[in-house]
């Protein structure tokens, strides 16, 4: 059915060089060389320069103007793009010509990749790659999500719905012949194909899981008692002035939370209130947060004062640090002192670093350790999906439903019952592509994409 012609920009709003305006829909070379006057012959996918003109025939502005002659097109339909000037009144006022005098109406958010959804051009594990790259926060995630564009996770996926037909497939050739004594597969067959199958899925689901996670950041919380240094050791990771730093003790009350990329790896820094014993009210509110910190974060930095050397409240920390994944950084390592910090040795599994936020001193080892334990951590993290809650929960039915198959099969349930729930896990995954989709599915994918996309 041949759609409405729709048009967006699809660079930002702001003064800049360049600008770029999307128009697709069956029918745009039509009305092109009535508002295109180019200065070039045409030509499929080549960018003809010429002028936007109005009925009355006064020009917008000079553009480069590219056809793609669909299918090969992004949307799969006749489209073209046009770079103007990066003005957004120039922008606007194409926009308007376009829809005053030629009946195109303006796009909905991710309206371009819906219909190159519906056209068959992208999958939606490659239509929600398409976004991430967008906003995409960290190296990994970029690369994740270009690979994942390129059929990584719509591949994945297709291998194992080709083992689960396959099997469906001789299940059900068992019921067809089933008067005639032949066994195409034994359920003890079928047990290991599926376990097989399971496996797959769990390495799917867990490549999809270290990646939402990832795409959140990494939380990384900033620990210690008062006046250790902690906010100035923010404020250097991210060399800016974010945190208040005061030689009066408890200066922090409130979690700070500031991202960077650290290897390539979106990271979440988050200073907390120092801990120790107090009476003030808001103080120790403050204090209870690093504690749900310390809980809930990924790694801790946990910060102690070289020109004080460890004191109870700091024995007090160690208590209830996490020994794998904790840093001890021995601070303020600039000035004199004659504190040992021996104790630490033995108490984590990362050794202690001497450091300075006031003159930026083992920051690099900080940054090469914690890089290689974000690595280790998360597997290799270049192999990952960047998948959604949607994609994520559906995996995770599809485990389930794997778990009940294989319970049938031990059961011996009739050939008809197995056959059903290969069925149910195939209709899972063809979700997560989208090859089975309800309107409310894409209306949810689709409106959290920019627009112009
Ligand atoms: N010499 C030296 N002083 C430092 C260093 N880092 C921080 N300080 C000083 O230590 C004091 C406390 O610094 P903050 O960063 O506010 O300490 P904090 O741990 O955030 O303190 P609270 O928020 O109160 O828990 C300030 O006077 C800083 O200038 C350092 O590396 N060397
Ligand atoms: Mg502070």
Request: proline share 3%; hydrophobic share 40%; charged share 25%.
């Amino acid at each position: 059915m041949a759609e409405e012609i729709i048009c967006a920009p699809a660079t930002s709003p702001f003064n800049s060089a360049l600008s770029i305006i999307r128009v697709s829909g069956t029918g745009v070379f039509d009305i092109t060389p009535v508002f295109f006057k180019a200065f070039t012959n045409y030509e499929d996918r080549k960018a003809l320069y010429g002028t936007i003109v109005n009925r009355e025939g006064h020009s917008l502005d000079d553009v480069v103007l590219t056809p793609f002659k669909g299918p090969r097109s992004f949307t799969g339909e006749d489209t073209i793009e046009i770079s103007c000037h990066g003005n957004p009144l120039i922008v606007q006022s194409i926009l308007q010509l376009l829809i005053d005098e030629h009946g195109v109406r303006m796009a909905q958010p991710g309206e371009f990749t819906r219909r190159a959804f519906i056209n068959g051009k992208v999958d939606l594990t490659e239509a929600e790659a398409i976004n991430s790259i967008i906003q995409a926060k960290s190296e990994w995630e970029v690369n994740a999500s270009l690979q994942q564009m390129h059929g990584s996770l719509k591949n994945a996926v297709a291998s194992l719905k080709d083992e689960l037909i396959l099997l469906k497939a001789n299940i059900e050739a068992a019921i067809d012949f089933s008067q005639e004594e032949i066994e195409f597969v034994s359920y003890d067959q079928a047990i290991s194909q599926t376990e097989g199958v399971k496996s797959h899925i769990e390495d799917i689901y867990l490549r999809c899981k270290v990646s939402e996670k990832m795409r959140h950041g990494v939380d990384i919380a900033i620990v210690g008692k008062p006046n250790v240094g902690k906010s100035s050791i923010l404020n250097m990771i991210i060399n800016s002035e974010r945190a208040i730093v005061s030689d009066i003790p408890g200066t922090t009350r409130d979690i700070i939370k500031e991202s960077v990329q650290l290897g390539g790896v979106h990271v979440n820094f988050i200073d907390t209130a120092g801990i120790h014993a107090t009476e003030d009210l808001v103080e120790k509110i403050g204090i209870k947060k690093s504690h749900e910190e310390i809980a809930q974060a990924v790694y801790v930095l946990a910060v102690f004062d070289n020109t004080t050397g460890l004191e109870a409240s700091d024995r007090e920390l160690l208590e209830i640090l996490p020994k794998d994944n904790t840093f001890p950084l021995v601070n303020k390592c600039d000035s004199e002192s004659s504190h040992s910090f021996e104790d630490l040795k033995d108490l984590f599994a990362e050794q202690s670093i001497s450091f300075s936020a006031k003159q930026g001193l083992g920051f690099d080892i900080l940054e090469k350790r914690l890089s290689e334990k974000i690595q280790s951590g998360f597997g290799n993290v270049k192999n990952n999906f960047v998948a959604d809650l949607r994609i994520v929960t559906l995996l995770k039915t599809a485990l389930s439903m794997s778990d009940g198959l294989i319970h049938s099969l031990m059961n011996s349930e009739p050939e008809e019952i197995i056959a059903f729930q290969i069925n149910d896990i195939i209709n899972t995954l063809e979700e997560i592509t989208g090859d089975i989709s309800d309107e409310d599915v894409l209306e949810s994918i689709f409106t959290r994409f920019c627009i112009g996309k």
